[in-house]
Structures are given as C-alpha cells and as structure tokens.
C-alpha cells in the first residue's frame, strides 16, 4: 500500500476565489504521453540535424536554386535585346515617369540631374552606355544605381525610353 495520501488540499481557496487545488497525482496516460512526446523530440532532433543535416535555411537556398534554374533571370545583354520595342520603351517611359521625373524632369530636360536630350553626355549616349548609367548610377553625383531595385529588364526599358527620347548617339 503507497503512502501517498490522496485528496489532500493544498489550502489555496481564499487566493483563489474559493476554488479548491488537490494534490493527486496525475492519470498515467498523461504521463504516457509526456514521456513520448519528450522521447520523439529527441528522437526527431538527432534524426533532423544530425543524421539528414536538415535545416530551414538550406531547404531554401536548394528551392531558391531550383527556382533560379526554372526560372532565369535576364541578363542586362538579353533584356537591353529585347528593349528596342514600342512596347518596351513605353514601359521604359511609365518607369521613367514614377521613378526619374524628380531629378531629370517630365520633360527629360534636367533639374537636379543632367539634361537628358542634349548631346553632351558624360558617361556616354549610346544605349548600353545609358544602361550601365542607370543600372550602376552615379554615385558621385548622386545617382542612385537601379539596377539592383528595378532589375535589369525595367533598366533596360527605361534607357530604351531615354535613348529614344532624342538623348543619347
């Protein structure tokens, strides 16, 4: 026989609004199943970051690989290829409108950037001259470089606008 007294009140009611707390012991299923849930979770860890050297991160970087080789992305080459289209260089214009009229102006006449329809260009006019302008910026003037935020297909539209807006050789 356990000496284990059972329905022993631990004298709690008056903090506890008048609830009674037994001191029994809990159901063993309970325990059961704590002790399982314990023994998986060491089973599972050993399993997931030891033996199959599994993680989070490394399961993204494969999917993000694999999407890369589904799905590629142009190259500056192939996207100012593809740039020379009505097509493109409206986008170019609607890209330029939202993203370059506060320094080179509505008009392509300058402001706090240069003027873009003269024929004085610094970095040079021709349409991959203006691609790499605009895809590297100008930092000592003040440019940003948009290639890293629009992608090359957006930069290659938008010098596709500006070169076929009178500026540039």
């Known amino acids: 026989m356990s000496t284990y007294k059972e329905d022993v009140v631990l004298g709690h009611a008056d903090e506890a609004d008048g609830i009674d707390e037994y001191d029994n012991r809990l ?8 002790y399982g849930c314990v023994a998986w979770a060491g089973v599972y860890l050993v399993w997931f970051h030891v ?3 599994t993680s989070q991160a490394k399961m993204y970087d494969e ?39 506060g320094c080179h ?3 392509l006449k300058g402001g ?12 040079g006019g021709g349409l991959a001259d203006i691609n790499k302008t605009v895809s590297e910026g100008v930092p000592a003037k003040g440019m940003l ?8 297909e957006k930069v290659a539209q938008v010098a596709a606008f500006v070169h076929s807006s009178g500026g540039g050789s």
């Open 105 to 107: 102006g509505p008009e």
């Open 63 to 101: 999917e993000v690989a694999a999407a890369e080789v589904q799905w590629p992305k142009p190259t500056a080459e192939q996207a100012l290829a593809k740039a020379a289209t009505p097509e493109a260089i409206a986008a170019g214009k609607v890209i330029y409108q939202s993203n370059c009229i």
């Open 112 to 123: 706090i950037g240069p003027d873009l329809t003269d024929g004085t260009w610094i970095h």
């Open 145 to 152: 470089a948009w290639g890293p935020i629009l992608g090359p």
């Open 27 to 34: 159901p063993r299923w309970w325990l059961g199943l704590f």
């Open 51 to 53: 033996i199959e050297d």
